[in-house]
């Protein structure tokens, strides 16, 4: 039976829900273009056609070069590339990130370091999340040539990365840059030309596009080679046979993200704001994680921290009761739970539950106000026992 409960999806930064426009083209591609992109028949040239017309499509959407475009299956495996590559392939035997990165990023890091095969460098980040720019450009003095790996919008608070300044760090120090750009790609405009980085990272799931596709950029002139071996596909960098389906729909999703990039930022961005003085309003106490500031951080997310209270235990399965869906967490307290890694960084507050909203194409004013307004009710209510 279908339930008549309102529905919030305010969790956009974990994924997204697809774009009716997106599923039209990648149905038409599974009715349409069934053949194998490497056979040499009509069937196959044509598959290969759509498979090309899509790496074109995108690489003239952020100012690159087709031969600089390597589908993948998400973010994951292109920030795996990314890093494992540079250290395999590039002499890279430094890494520099931060401690707030994404779990592709920081856990392959870790791995290269523990193997040996590369020692790992952490940059230090303010309670804000932001990363401290001298103590990058310490890093990058000692260990010039090396790899820094930093995310260009944190997932979980949102805070912006000062590209830039870690372009001119990284430019100064004969460093490569990668920058997982999973959160911002289709979310600001980027052209590789002037953004300064050696890789970038794509996912679709996040622009309304499908789940398990995605791309690397790698700058033209970067060596590498494939991590996954087989057939000639992806000019040798990536065997098996392509998904030319995820592929048009991550081509589709990243084209419309661009198309409404301008309306989208400013409808969305007026949704933060709103929601900011909602929450102040209604929530007495409330606090966030992150930058909020318009400049400083990723308008599609707003990190939450509650008053401490013993509520909060129960707040993300009663707010998925009430219909708002999002993600949650918090800066672990005694060690006995982790809690995140990222609000463990930034020192948050263990006492206060993080509640992460995220925004995309599909959020409404009717959404931000059902999530302040049930979130209300939740921390006035009476205590419910576990
Ligand atoms: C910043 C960031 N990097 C990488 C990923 C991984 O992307 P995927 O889910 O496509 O593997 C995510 C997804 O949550 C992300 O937010």
Redesign the pocket.
Known sequence: MKSNLYRAYLDN??TTPMDERVIEAMTAVMRETFGNPSSTHSFGRNAKGVLETARKKISSLIGAESKEILFTS????A?NIAIRSSVRDLGIKHIITSPLE?K?VLSTAEEMDASGDASLHLVRVDNKGHIDYDHLSELATSYPGALISL?HAN?EIGTLLDVDRVKEIAAANNCLFHC?T??TMGHYPIDVKTFGADFL?C?A??LSGPKGS?FLYIKNGLRIHPMITGGGQERNLRAGTENITGIVGLAKALELAYQELGEELKRISDFKQEMVSLLKTEIPGIEFNGDITANGALYTVLNCALPPTEKNALLLFQLDMAGVCVSGGSACNSGAAKGSHVLNAIGADPDRQAVRFSFGRFTTMADIRHAVDSLKVILKSETVQA
């Open positions: 930064a974990a998400g973010g994951t495996e920030d994404h592709a995310m997932n997982d999973v959160q990272t996912s799931h996040k995605g």
